[in-house]
């Protein structure tokens, strides 16, 4: 009988997809990043607990692309700065990729805010425009030019805070109790550029970062990087605390009953 795919895999095919997955060769993404002040209130109220705003309220655009041989990438985020006890790092609100596969891992893995969408980071000599976009709106843009080369800063560990959780299987909340994720890189830099411009969000009832203003541009940056990412539970949290804040993970919050009898067309 010829191999069926959807049957199961041998011990050792298993192993060898693992083996596979920890020899990664460095890849190096170009990208654009723009840190502005924003209304504090604003910051707070997009935070689940146990998160918490930190003493200035911060969002943080990464819009990059990624030139992954034979499989180009887009990927970009937006978050505000959040604090987990006594650590300080970013939580982010949507992460759009250009591809299926960058999304999945994220998504079901660690948690990450990942959806499809348009990634764009373009370069005519100094003027550089960077773009995120999904539903045909460019939610989020940068507009720029190189003033400037910057010195590079030394190897920096970052941290991002995801919540990992399961809709329920009878549509009413979740599964179980979710987990808060943090997810630790390592960040490389090669090249660093400082861009004089400014940041444009766009109304979008889809990705609604429109509603982060820009109070003070603090930092806008372009720069060639490399990270790696290591995740860890760091505590299980209260699905009831999490549930008002469940919408940010899709366009439209029915998305999570879509799969339930009274919703099937079948």
Same mark, same amino acid.
């Given at each position: 009988?010829?191999?069926?795919?959807?049957?199961?895999?041998?011990?050792?095919?298993?192993?060898?997809?693992?083996?596979?997955?920890?020899?990664?060769?460095?890849?190096?993404?170009?990208?654009?990043?723009?840190?502005?002040?924003?209304?504090?209130?604003?910051?707070?109220?997009?935070?689940?607990?146990?998160?918490?705003?930190?003493?200035?309220?911060?969002? *943080? +655009?990464? $819009?990059?692309?990624? /030139?992954?041989? @034979?499989? &180009?990438?887009?990927? !970009?985020? %937006?978050? #505000?700065?959040?604090?987990?006890?006594?650590?300080?790092?970013?939580?982010?609100?949507?992460?759009?990729?250009?591809?299926? *596969? +960058?999304? $999945?891992?994220?998504? /079901?893995?660690? @948690?990450? &805010?990942?959806?499809? !969408?348009? %990634?764009? #980071?373009?370069?005519?000599?100094?003027?550089?425009?960077?773009?995120?976009?999904?539903?045909?709106?460019?939610?989020?843009?940068?507009?720029?030019?190189?003033?400037?080369?910057?010195?590079?800063?030394?190897?920096?560990?970052?941290?991002?805070?995801?919540?990992?959780?399961?809709?329920?299987?009878?549509?009413?909340?979740?599964?179980?109790?979710?987990?808060?994720?943090?997810?630790?890189?390592?960040?490389?830099?090669?090249?660093?550029?400082?861009?004089?411009?400014?940041?444009?969000?766009?109304?979008?009832?889809?990705?609604?970062?429109?509603?982060?203003?820009?109070?003070?541009?603090?930092?806008?940056?372009?720069?060639?990087?490399?990270?790696?990412?290591?995740?860890?539970?760091?505590?299980?949290?209260?699905?009831?605390?999490?549930?008002?804040?469940?919408?940010?993970?899709?366009?439209?919050?029915?998305?999570?009953?879509?799969?339930?009898?009274?919703?099937?067309?079948?």
């Amino acid at each position: 009988m010829a191999r069926v795919r959807y049957g199961a895999r041998t011990g050792t095919e298993i192993a060898a997809a693992r083996a596979a997955g920890t020899g990664l060769p460095t890849v190096w993404s170009t990208g654009v990043v723009a840190v502005w002040e924003t209304d504090p209130d604003v910051v707070a109220a997009v935070l689940p607990p146990p998160l918490k705003p930190t003493e200035r309220p911060l969002v *943080r +655009a990464s $819009i990059s692309k990624v /030139e992954l041989p @034979g499989y &180009p990438l887009g990927a !970009g985020s %937006v978050a #505000v700065a959040a604090s987990h006890g006594d650590r300080q790092g970013w939580y982010p609100l949507v992460m759009p990729m250009t591809h299926e *596969r +960058a999304l $999945i891992g994220g998504r /079901e893995v660690f @948690g990450e &805010p990942k959806k499809l !969408g348009e %990634v764009s #980071v373009e370069r005519d000599g100094l003027v550089v425009r960077a773009s995120l976009a999904r539903h045909g709106i460019a939610f989020l843009e940068v507009r720029g030019a190189v003033s400037g080369p910057l010195p590079l800063p030394e190897p920096t560990e970052k941290l991002d805070f995801y919540f990992k959780f399961l809709p329920a299987v009878d549509g009413l909340g979740l599964d179980t109790d979710p987990v808060l994720v943090h997810c630790t890189r390592n960040e490389r830099v090669r090249r660093l550029e400082r861009l004089t411009g400014d940041v444009v969000l766009r109304e979008s009832m889809y990705d609604p970062v429109a509603d982060l203003p820009v109070r003070e541009l603090v930092d806008l940056t372009l720069g060639e990087k490399t990270s790696d990412q290591r995740g860890r539970i760091a505590e299980r949290v209260s699905a009831e605390a999490l549930l008002p804040y469940v919408h940010q993970r899709y366009d439209d919050p029915q998305q999570m009953r879509d799969g339930l009898p009274e919703a099937s067309t079948r």
